[in-house]
């Protein structure tokens, strides 16, 4: 397993960069992603209502 | 997004990586209502963990198909991403057991909610705290669920310490 303390303080050190970022930087990226993120979320939507779906309809089966 | 699916399954057919799954903000995502967040961490199995630079195929690769360094992770796309090995049996279990999520017709591999939470009662920061009752307050997690993974990695006194404090009935 790789060692974990280095992993996590390499992780910490990128929070910590992200972090630092300015405002103006954080809202440029937020913006880029934007789009990706509401797909993102609609997919989820939409994979949470067929599987409810597929509940109701066995639970009607049985 | 597109692109970074894309990139993953490639890391992954070629053997650079043996598998992945989404964590962190970007999975959380998928079960809870949006939080803020301004990159994609994602875990990774690799074949050689015990090599000092265990990450070091990965940017080879993306370096290769023209990704360019960003900090400590790489540009795809939109996203700054965090390529992380995965450092402990819970996260091994997190990443080989993640649920496969579509995004535009690619296959997505995402931790399981009940690992996020999970992982998130393991690291103990208050941002993971609050990851841990989102998770809960979605209803996509059942406190029972957690209770469980905890018992099996060591974390039922995190857990019962996190249950005492914020969710006294």
Known sequence: MTDAKKLLEKQARWQRSRKKLSWEEK???????REDV?????????????????????RSRS | ???????????????????????????????????ATVDADVLVGVPEPERLDALGEIYKFCAARGYRASGEGIQVGAWPVQFIPVFSALTREAMEKA????FEGLAMRVVRPEYLATIALSTGRAKDDQRILALLESGKVKRDAIAALAARHNLSAAWKRFEKRFLRD
């Open chain 1, 27 to 33: 809202i440029r990226i937020a913006e880029a992603v």
């Open chain 1, 38 to 58: 509401a797909k993102w979320r609609a997919a989820s939507a939409k994979h949470t209502s067929i599987k409810a779906r597929g509940k109701r309809a066995s």
């Open chain 2, 1 to 35: 997004m597109r692109e970074l699916a894309e990139l993953l399954n490639q890391l992954r057919d070629a053997g650079v990586i043996v598998n992945y799954a989404l964590f962190g903000a970007l999975a959380q995502m998928r079960y809870t209502e949006p939080v």
């Open chain 2, 99 to 102: 649920a496969t999520a579509e």
